[in-house]
C-alpha cells in the first residue's frame, strides 16, 4: 500500500523530511526475525523508488547514507540478485546528484563517488567467487541421466544465471557513469588547492604538498582500476553459462574496455604495464577477450601507448611462436593485431621499427 502511495508525486514530497527515519532499517523492517527475512526485498525497493524520485532534494549527508545502505545491500548475499541489481542501479542515479552537490573545498562528494566505484569493483570480487558455485551446480545438474532432471530446479538454475547476468550487465554498464562523475570533481578538487596554494604563498603561509596530494588520488585511482581488470574480467566466465552468448559477452567487453579509455593516460600505462600478462592469459583462456586490445589499439588516444605496452609483451615472448600450442597462436594473433594498428595510426610504425630486426630474423 505504502508504494502505490509513493506512486504519487504529492505523497512523495511529504516523505522528503522522513528519508533520516526511513534509512533506519529498525523503523524500515522492524525487528523481528519473521520481519527481517520476509520483508527486506519489499521494503529496501519501496525505498529505493522513493529515493529515486526525491533524490535531487537530498543533501551530500543524506545521499552518503544512502550509499551505505544500498551498497551494502548490494554486497547481501541473501538478497536475491535482482535487489543486488536493483541496489547498484539506484547508486548509478544517485551519481549525477553527488557530483552537483560536490564541495571543491572538502571533496566530501568525490570521495562518496570514489566509494561507489569501490563497492562496484568489491561487487567484481564477490561475483567471481559465485559464479563457478554456479559452473559447478549445473555441471552436476547437467551430468545426470535427462529422466532423472528435475526440471524446476534446472528452470530456476537459469533462472540465477540469467539475474546474474543482468548483475554483471548493470555493473559494467554503470562504470563509465562513475568514472565520468569522479572526473570533474577530481579537476575541481585541484583547481581548488591550487588556488589555496597560490593565496597561501601570497601571505608566506606553509604551502601544500599538491604534489604528494596528487599522487596519493593517482594511486589510489590505479589500485582501483588494477583490481577492476583482475576482478572484472574474472565474471565474463557468466556468459558461457546457459544459452551462451557471444554477441551480449563481446558487446560487454567493449564496455567494459571503454572505462579504462577514461583515464589519465599515466595510470592507464601503469595499470596496463603490470597487468599484460593477466589479461594475455585470459586471452587465452577465451579468444573474445581479444576484444580489449582491439578496442585499446583502436582508440586514437591510446593506441600508441597500448602498442608500446604490448609490443615489449611480446618480444619478450617471440620465441615461443614456434610452438604449436594455442598460447602460441593467441601471441601470433596479438602480433598482427599490432601490425594491423599502423594503417590506422601512422605514428605507431615507430614502436615497432626498434624490434624490426629481431622480428624479422
Known amino acids: 500500500a505504502t508504494r502505490h502511495t509513493l506512486a504519487h508525486t504529492g505523497f512523495r514530497t511529504g ?10 532499517e529498525n523503523v524500515l523492517i522492524g525487528t523481528g526475525r519473521t520481519a527481517f527475512d520476509t520483508l527486506r526485498p519489499i521494503a ?15 543533501s551530500l549527508q543524506q545521499l552518503s547514507r544512502v550509499v551505505h545502505l544500498f551498497s551494502r545491500n548490494m554486497h547481501d548475499p541473501t538478497l536475491p540478485y535482482n535487489i543486488q541489481t536493483m541496489s547498484a542501479k539506484l547508486l548509478l542515479n544517485l551519481v549525477e546528484c553527488i557530483t552537483r ?20 569493483v ?28 528435475k526440471r524446476s530446479a534446472e528452470a530456476k538454475m537459469l533462472a540465477i544465471v540469467k539475474d546474474c547476468r543482468l548483475l554483471v550487465k548493470t555493473l559494467v554498464l554503470g562504470l563509465r557513469n562513475i568514472v565520468w562523475g569522479i572526473g570533474p570533481c577530481t579537476h575541481t578538487l585541484r583547481n581548488a588547492r591550487a588556488q589555496a596554494a597560490a593565496a597561501s604563498n601570497a601571505v608566506g603561509a ?34 558461457s553459462l546457459g544459452v551462451p552468448s557471444l554477441s551480449e559477452e563481446k558487446e560487454m567487453l567493449e ?35 581479444q576484444t580489449i586490445p582491439q578496442q585499446f589499439l583502436g582508440n586514437h588516444a ?23 600450442t594455442p598460447g602460441a597462436a593467441v601471441l601470433l594473433r596479438l602480433f598482427k593485431l599490432v601490425f594491423g594498428s599502423i594503417p590506422l595510426f601512422p605514428e605507431n610504425e615507430s614502436v615497432l621499427q626498434p624490434h624490426l630486426s629481431t622480428i624479422i630474423t
Not at 561475483?127 to 559452473?135: A, D, G, V
Open 101 to 120: 552537490n560536490n564541495d571543491p573545498a572538502d571533496a566530501k562528494g568525490r570521495s562518496l563517488l570514489v566509494r561507489i566505484l569501490d563497492n562496484f
Open 206 to 239: 606553509p604551502a601544500m604538498d599538491l604534489t604528494r596530494l596528487t599522487a596519493a588520488e593517482d594511486s589510489e585511482i590505479f589500485g582501483l582500476f588494477t583490481r577492476l581488470l583482475k576482478n572484472g574480467l574474472k565474471c565474463f566466465s557468466i556468459y
Open 302 to 324: 591510446l593506441s600508441k601507448s597500448f602498442a608500446e605496452i604490448l609490443i615489449e609483451f611480446l618480444m619478450k615472448r617471440i620465441g615461443d611462436l614456434g610452438d604449436n
Open 44 to 58: 529496501y525497493s519501496t525505498l529505493a523508488d522513493l529515493v529515486h524520485h526525491v533524490r535531487t532534494e537530498l
Open 122 to 149: 568489491n561487487k567484481f570480487s564477490s561475483l567471481k567467487k559465485q559464479i563457478p558455485k554456479i559452473t559447478t551446480l549445473k555441471a552436476e545438474k547437467e551430468s545426470k541421466p535427462l529422466g532423472q532432471r
Open 255 to 289: 564496455h567494459f574496455s571503454g572505462v579504462f579509455t577514461m583515464l589519465d593516460s599515466r595510470i592507464f600505462q601503469d595499470v596496463f604495464s603490470t597487468q599484460m600478462s593477466f589479461l594475455v592469459e585470459h586471452i587465452m583462456e577465451n579468444s573474445t577477450v
Open 15 to 24: 516523505f522528503i523530511a522522513q528519508i533520516d527515519v526511513l534509512l533506519d
